[in-house]
């Protein structure tokens, strides 16, 4: 590796769930110290059987944040509690590394 590359420890959020979830969600991103998102429309297949992205109001869609590792865990407590009851929803974090630091 490039020892001019320095890179920081972060956390990657991973969250798929159905667009109707999309703001009470992304309110709860902020509201846990992420400094911003990214989120695009998803298809796939699991627990809760095919989901195909033809019908634009029930599709899925998948936000992934990068944040600090205790962001993370406070933003995965706060989905499970809030949201897990109620909406169909899958969530997972990982390690990730990122230059500028500052921006997350």
């Known amino acids: 590796m490039n020892p001019n590359v320095v890179t920081h420890p972060m956390k990657r959020v991973t969250i ?42 029930f599709t899925n869609i998948q936000i992934e944040v990068i944040v600090q590792p205790r962001v993370a865990e406070a933003l995965l407590g706060g989905l499970q509690q809030r949201f897990f009851p109620r909406y169909a929803m899958i969530a997972w974090e990982s390690d990730v590394r990122v230059l500028r630091a500052g921006k997350f």
């Open 16 to 57: 798929v769930c159905e667009k109707f979830a999309r703001e009470p969600v992304l309110a709860l991103v902020s509201e846990m110290g992420a400094h911003g998102w990214t989120l695009w429309e998803v298809e796939g297949s699991g627990n809760q059987g095919v989901r195909s992205a033809d019908i634009p109001e």
